[in-house]
């Protein structure tokens, strides 16, 4: 379906969302519940509200503040600050739904079949990461370099990392030696 995509045009997607599921996205239920009638609707009401707009998008998705800020939006559209004064670890707010949901799905080479591992599973695997990296002495906004094959260990380990309130530094496991100590430099 892609035979006359230009090259410039980039990878096309791998993955197109059908009807039935863009009918139960995240987006399509929100501008269902401000009464909008489609994407064009909801686009022109977050141009039009951007601080109803993303305060409702907050609302709507559950999204927990470890502190709200006074307000959504202070500035304008070139200098804006969104929810000044609030705080938020976007680790733990991924862990804030049902702990028996599937959160990863994975094959393995060489192996049949998917493996999957719930919300709590992860979660609990984060945590001994986060706690580990405590326990070691590091402190907040610490720089750990992840240089690791994307696996549920590589995910737990992300996500252990903000929770301990370190910064991760991402490095795709195919660099060679050289181009991994230049982003440890920079890092």
């Known amino acids: ?5 230009a090259f410039a045009a980039g990878p096309p997607p791998a993955w197109r969302p059908g009807p039935n599921e863009l009918q139960d996205s995240n987006l399509a239920r929100y501008a269902r519940a401000l009464g909008l009638d489609g994407y064009a609707a909801l ?13 409702g998008v907050v609302r ?12 959504i939006l202070e500035g304008d559209v070139e200098t804006p600050r969104w929810f ?3 705080r938020l670890n976007i680790a733990n ?10 959160a990863l799905v994975l094959g393995r080479e060489g192996e049949s079949g998917l493996q ?4 709590g599973q992860l979660d609990a695997l984060s945590n001994r990461v986060a706690n580990g990296l405590k326990g070691s002495g590091f402190r907040s906004w610490a720089r750990i370099a992840l240089y690791m094959p994307m696996t549920p260990d590589c995910v737990a380990a992300y ?3 903000v929770k301990a309130g370190c ?5 795709a496991d195919s660099f060679s030696a050289e181009e991994l100590a230049k982003r440890l430099i920079l890092a």
Not at 1 to 5: E, F, G, N, V
Not at 43 to 54: C, I, L, M, N, T
């Open 93 to 102: 707010a991924c862990f804030s739904g049902d702990r028996g949901r599937v």
């Open 1 to 5: 379906i892609y035979a006359h995509r």
């Open 116 to 119: 999957r591992m719930t919300l």
């Open 43 to 55: 686009q022109a009401f977050s141009a039009r509200d951007r601080s109803g707009f993303w305060g």
């Open 167 to 171: 910064a991760v530094v991402s490095v």
């Open 159 to 161: 996500l252990g990392i």
């Open 60 to 71: 709507h998705l559950g999204i927990p503040f470890e502190r709200q800020g006074a307000t």
């Open 84 to 86: 000044p004064g609030g």
